[in-house]
């Protein structure tokens, strides 16, 4: 694994969010190889995890906020968008003058970013614009023939990817709902600005799509014998094949299955998938931004 990274080969292994598909954050050709194989568009910048929290000031500019940031959600489900410095390839960053950082608490990711010494990029192991992957075979069905490694860990705790904040001076603002909450980041500094800045590159409408056309309902219906169902909690009725994501209606639960769920029903050979809105409060808000992204054609 750490000589393939060491090669400039792109290698997948799991986070504690969504599989990452990593490569040395400081080559260019390694990096290049990771949109080669996801079908990215150079236009989309790419995370950078760091192995120790001493690359931080050597990849950008932390102002003391980060450094707090850092100290209180790393390891952990936290990207920050911060100044470059500049080592930082214009690949990784899409020419930007900002770079997005976090250190992952996956203590497979911990283990090969230690044992490698530099930072890896590692956006999800999955071709651009499709469903990200919480498992090994995930990876495998997506990204097979593409890439010379895939590093089992198992389902992925979270399951949906790092909430992303952009921090100034100024304050907060939150790029990308994720695991770490709004409520977890306004308890620690006041938020900018309560809608998300749909500005960010990368954060395109369609995204986390299936390839079965997806609705999102408050009172989900079927619409045809081959209609299926992403539930919160409960079955209902008429639905050709139904998916539950959290049968005690527990909102981190429900992110943890949701990747899994929909890739299921998208096997299914489905005309339409019902998703079912559920509630938008805690990890919950990211959830409905995924889906909403997966309804958007
Ligand atoms: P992922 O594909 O899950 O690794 O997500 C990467 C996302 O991070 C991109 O699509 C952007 O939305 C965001 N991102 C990365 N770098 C930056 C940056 N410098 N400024 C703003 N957003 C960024
Ligand atoms: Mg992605």
Same mark, same amino acid.
């Given at each position: 694994?750490?000589?393939?990274?060491?090669?400039?080969?792109?290698?997948?292994?799991?986070?504690?969010?969504?599989?990452?598909?990593?490569?040395?954050?400081?080559?260019?050709?390694?990096?290049?190889?990771?949109?080669?194989?996801?079908?990215?568009?150079?236009?989309?910048?790419?995370?950078?995890?760091?192995?120790?929290?001493?690359?931080?000031?050597?990849?950008? !500019? +932390? /102002?003391? $906020? &980060?450094?707090? *940031? @850092? #100290?209180?959600?790393?390891?952990? %489900?936290?990207?920050?968008?911060?100044?470059?410095?500049?080592?930082?390839?214009?690949?990784?960053?899409?020419?930007?003058?900002?770079?997005?950082?976090?250190?992952?608490?996956?203590?497979?990711?911990?283990?090969?970013?230690?044992?490698?010494?530099?930072?890896?990029?590692?956006?999800?192991?999955?071709?651009?614009?499709?469903? !990200? +992957? /919480?498992? $090994? &075979?995930?990876? *495998? @069905? #997506?990204?097979?023939?593409?890439? %010379?490694?895939?590093?089992?860990?198992?389902?992925?705790?979270?399951?949906?990817?790092?909430?992303?904040?952009?921090?100034?001076?100024?304050?907060?603002?939150?790029?990308?709902?994720?695991?770490?909450?709004?409520?977890?980041?306004?308890?620690?500094?006041?938020?900018?600005?309560?809608?998300?800045?749909?500005?960010?590159?990368?954060?395109?409408?369609?995204?986390?799509?299936?390839?079965?056309?997806?609705?999102?309902?408050?009172?989900?219906?079927?619409?045809?014998?081959?209609?299926?169902?992403?539930?919160?909690?409960?079955?209902?009725?008429?639905?050709?094949?139904?998916?539950?994501?959290?049968?005690?209606?527990?909102?981190?639960?429900?992110?943890?299955?949701?990747?899994?769920?929909?890739?299921?029903?998208?096997?299914?050979?489905?005309?339409?998938?019902?998703?079912?809105?559920?509630?938008?409060?805690?990890?919950?808000?990211?959830?409905?931004?995924?889906?909403?992204?997966?309804?958007?054609?």
């Amino acid at each position: 694994m750490v000589e393939a990274l060491a090669a400039g080969e792109p290698v997948a292994m799991p986070t504690e969010t969504v599989y990452g598909l990593a490569a040395d954050a400081l080559s260019p050709n390694a990096c290049a190889k990771i949109f080669e194989a996801k079908n990215r568009p150079l236009s989309d910048p790419l995370i950078v995890h760091i192995p120790s929290i001493d690359w931080l000031p050597r990849l950008t !500019s +932390p /102002t003391p $906020a &980060a450094l707090q *940031l @850092a #100290e209180k959600f790393w390891p952990g %489900p936290l990207t920050m968008v911060l100044p470059r410095q500049p080592i930082v390839p214009d690949i990784v960053t899409a020419g930007q003058e900002t770079v997005a950082i976090r250190m992952s608490a996956h203590p497979l990711f911990q283990e090969v970013a230690t044992a490698f010494g530099k930072p890896l990029a590692a956006p999800s192991a999955n071709r651009f614009g499709r469903i !990200s +992957p /919480t498992s $090994a &075979a995930h990876v *495998l @069905a #997506e990204l097979d023939g593409r890439i %010379p490694f895939i590093l089992d860990g198992g389902p992925c705790a979270h399951g949906i990817e790092s909430t992303i904040v952009h921090v100034s001076d100024d304050g907060l603002r939150i790029l990308r709902e994720g695991p770490i909450t709004r409520e977890d980041l306004r308890a620690f500094a006041p938020l900018l600005d309560d809608s998300i800045a749909v500005s960010a590159p990368g954060g395109l409408k369609s995204h986390y799509a299936p390839r079965t056309p997806l609705v999102l309902e408050k009172n989900p219906a079927p619409r045809s014998q081959k209609t299926g169902l992403l539930a919160f909690s409960a079955p209902r009725e008429g639905f050709a094949q139904t998916e539950i994501l959290s049968a005690t209606s527990d909102l981190r639960e429900a992110a943890a299955n949701l990747y899994g769920a929909m890739r299921r029903l998208d096997e299914a050979g489905l005309d339409l998938i019902v998703a079912e809105e559920i509630p938008e409060s805690g990890i919950g808000a990211a959830i409905m931004e995924r889906l909403r992204k997966a309804a958007a054609r």
